[in-house]
Nanobody
Framework: QVQLVESGGGLVQAGGSLRLSCAAS????????MGWCRQAPGKEREFVAG????????AYADFVKGRFTISRNNAKNTVYLQMNSLKPEDTAVYYC????????????????WGQGTQVTVSS
């Protein structure tokens, strides 16, 4: 059973930065692509960023390109999301998830999810 535990969320002013971490249990972490998604109040969950198994390829939603960076450390079973130039509209619960189909932006491709971490950006 895979467990994903996010951390690093919090309250930050607009223009600030946060770094989210997602620690994964299990021996197969390095075999799978991983992704970050988010869900704001009253809105559907949406893809934010994805990374392939080795970290050599990444994908981003248009609304975070140039501001967010996804990375991973397979030796530590951890995936990260560096968030810079945060905006109030980035306020959401952020989830990491394991993909069964590469670094997909299609949410049903993600079969294991963490519990989420709250990110709040004040104006």
């Amino acid at each position: 059973q895979v467990q994903l535990v996010e951390s690093g969320g919090g309250l930050v002013q607009a223009g600030g930065s946060l770094r989210l971490s997602c620690a994964a249990s299990g021996r197969t972490f390095s075999s799978y692509a991983m992704g970050w998604c988010r869900q704001a109040p009253g809105k559907e969950r949406e893809f934010v960023a994805g990374i392939n198994w080795s970290g050599s390829s990444t994908a981003y939603a248009d609304f975070v390109k140039g501001r967010f960076t996804i990375s991973r450390n397979n030796a530590k079973n951890t995936v990260y999301l560096q968030m810079n130039s945060l905006k109030p509209e980035d306020t959401a619960v952020y989830y990491c998830a394991r993909s069964i189909n590469g670094y997909s932006n299609y949410l049903p491709d993600y079969n294991f999810w963490g519990q989420g971490t709250q990110v709040t950006v004040s104006s």
